[in-house]
């Protein structure tokens, strides 16, 4: 995934501001599109089932974040674009900046690739610390109403257009309803959008599913402070196995071990030593023997399908209402390109508010984001249908590149 899909972030072009956005989800694809939001409404507001953190702890609504979190280079460039000093805030805050291509050692089929011949930097931090840093400059920022707690049960509708949200305070408080003249659903990949559709005469968009059955068993342990190393084996035919290490802030390396069409990982111990040993290297299984383990338990995350709803070939949508992140498309994990192209697609609702009228917003969005979707989806599922058992509908060319 590169910048080219998008041109970058551009103050110049935002030329006016008025009315009311809302937000729903306050992950990183809800974060980052109210950012922008800000430039052109007088109020935006995000509103987000779950208590959101002060500190970089993973919370319910985003239980992925106890995962490794890779951010690719455009992601992390859209980001720095959209709130300066970013990458500096990681670093400050803990994270690291290696050299992916020598610190992150890359096994691939038998051998680890060699290392390159020049530098490219890369930001290694948990989930949860991506997340704050973004959280806590849209909570700085006086034009974003941040409201945690707040569960958006339906969107309010009139005339083929969405005109705002109806929300449940979680604190016992009742329910009240917030005219907007535009929403934005970033609720993940759970999100109620088809269905809300369905139930108000639309058709609902057309999902591709490509059946992966990938699944996570992840461990937190300790780090010497000045050992930056990283290693990453994509779960590759005919093994089906990989794992991710990657320094992360606090002094620890979050470690997961990966496996693919049912070959799960398992979440006893020993057992994961036994998991990590069975890869064709030994540096894995040595890092989890030879440091203390902070995780009580090991974290276990199943992930079913790529999956994506195809709200672009859609002839009829409501006005005023545009889906961004996991809620258009979901990704297989081990490529690393959810937070990615959720930050590119903010950059799209950017460009596409500059250059035109508000009204039909959605069309011009859904055709416009899948620049950034189709690389994504292609780079997943193309890869994933290297197994004999991944199933589902498979892009042209495929069978190109998986000789
Ligand atoms: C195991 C795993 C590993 C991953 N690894 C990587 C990686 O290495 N790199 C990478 O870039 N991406 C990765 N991803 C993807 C990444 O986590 C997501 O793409 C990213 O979080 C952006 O998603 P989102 O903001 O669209 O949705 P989510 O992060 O799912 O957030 C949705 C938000 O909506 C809120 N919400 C839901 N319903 C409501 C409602 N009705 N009312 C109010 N609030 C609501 C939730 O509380 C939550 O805050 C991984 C995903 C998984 C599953």
Known sequence: MTLTAVPRYDRTRITSRDGTAVVVGASVAGLTAARVLANWFDTVIVTDRDRLPD????RRGVPQARAPHVLWEAGRATLEDLFPGYTEEIIASGGLMIDSLRDMNVFSEWNFVAPGPT???????????????????????????????THVTDYLYEADAVT?????????????????????????????????????????????????????SVVVIDRPTDDRRAYVRLPEQPLGRG?????????RWIVALAGVHGGHPPTNPGELIEFA?????????????????????????????????????????????????????????????????AALQALVLHHTLASEEREGIADRFFERATDVVDPAWMLAVGADFQFAETVGPKPRGTDLVNL
């Open 55 to 58: 500190g970089a702890v993973a």
């Open 243 to 251: 794992c991710f290490v990657f320094p992360i802030e606090g002094n």
């Open 119 to 149: 530098r490219q930097p890369m930001v290694c931090a948990s989930r949860p610390l991506f997340e704050q840093v973004i959280r806590r400059r849209v909570l700085g920022d006086a034009g974003i109403d941040v409201r945690e707690r």
């Open 277 to 341: 040993g069975s890869l064709p290297f030994s540096e894995t299984r040595r890092l989890l023997e030879d440091n203390s383990w902070v995780s009580e338990d090991v974290y276990h995350y199943p992930f079913p399908s790529n999956r994506r709803n195809r709200y672009e070939d859609l002839d009829r949508f409501p006005d005023g209402l545009v889906v961004v992140g996991d809620a258009i498309a979901s990704f297989n994990p081990v490529y690393g390109q959810g937070m990615s192209v």
């Open 164 to 216: 705002g949200v109806s929300v449940r305070p979680a604190d016992g408080r009742t329910g009240e309803e917030i005219d907007a003249e535009l929403v934005i659903d970033a609720t993940g990949r759970t999100s109620r959008t088809p269905a809300w559709l369905e139930r108000n005469g639309y058709r609902t968009p057309s999902t591709d599913e490509v059946l992966i059955d990938v699944a996570y």
